[in-house]
């Protein structure tokens, strides 16, 4: 706890700002690591609904479907339902799916915008206290008295070295987990996207 406090101490006034973005980022990187994951958002009966609908049991399937809390299982009863009324083109039936699965698509990006912000503000707030550093540095030469003007010196480029790096290893680890739960995100709608033109084949 005294090295982090020696350590915002050094770094100067924009610590502080890079302490706070850097907590709620590292909160956004837990909540998206247990968020992201495909049993989330893929119901865990979903073989057994494709085992009906392989055998023509799509009465059953509906049952299953519509009984079910599942953003997924909601979207598909709809998809049955206007199967069940006489409604069978494909292409409209997998339309309307993708339609009913559109709520889904924010729950994947969701706070993926905070991430890329804080990488984007993190280095900057960086740069900041680095130039307020470099000034403090030249300001060292306004002093005739050589012992303070050397203290000062010293302050000043610890602060700009401190607070450069600070921004950049705030930065990094947001950067780099924008574009990893990007990566996931897109498989994770890829894979639903299959799911739900593979249920739609499966109608007869």
């Given amino acids: 706890m ?6 915002v101490e050094k770094g100067g006034v924009v610590m502080y700002p890079l302490l706070f973005l850097s907590v709620v980022s590292w909160a956004v990187i837990i909540e998206r690591a247990f968020a992201l994951r495909l049993k989330n958002f893929l119901p865990p009966n979903l073989n057994e609904i494709k085992y009906l609908l392989k055998r023509g049991d799509y009465e059953g399937a509906y049952k299953i479907a519509s009984i079910g809390r599942h953003p997924f299982l909601r979207a598909l009863a709809v998809v049955l339902k206007e199967y069940l009324s006489g409604k069978k083109e494909k292409g409209y039936l997998l339309q309307l799916m993708e339609g009913e699965l559109g709520p889904m698509v924010p729950k994947v990006e969701k706070n993926l915008i905070i991430l890329s912000t804080i990488a984007s503000v993190a280095p900057l707030l960086g740069l900041f206290g680095t130039i307020t550093g470099l000034i403090k540095v030249f300001s060292a030469f306004a002093f005739s008295l050589e012992e303070q003007a050397t203290q000062l010196l010293a302050k000043g480029i610890s602060e700009a070295l401190v607070a450069a790096a600070t921004g950049l290893a705030v930065a990094i680890p947001s950067l780099l987990a924008y574009w990893v739960f990007r990566a996931v995100g897109n498989h ?17």
């Fill in 2 to 7: 005294d090295l982090l406090l020696s350590w």
């Fill in 188 to 204: 994770i709608l890829d894979r639903l996207s299959e799911e739900a033109t593979e249920l739609v084949n499966l109608l007869e």
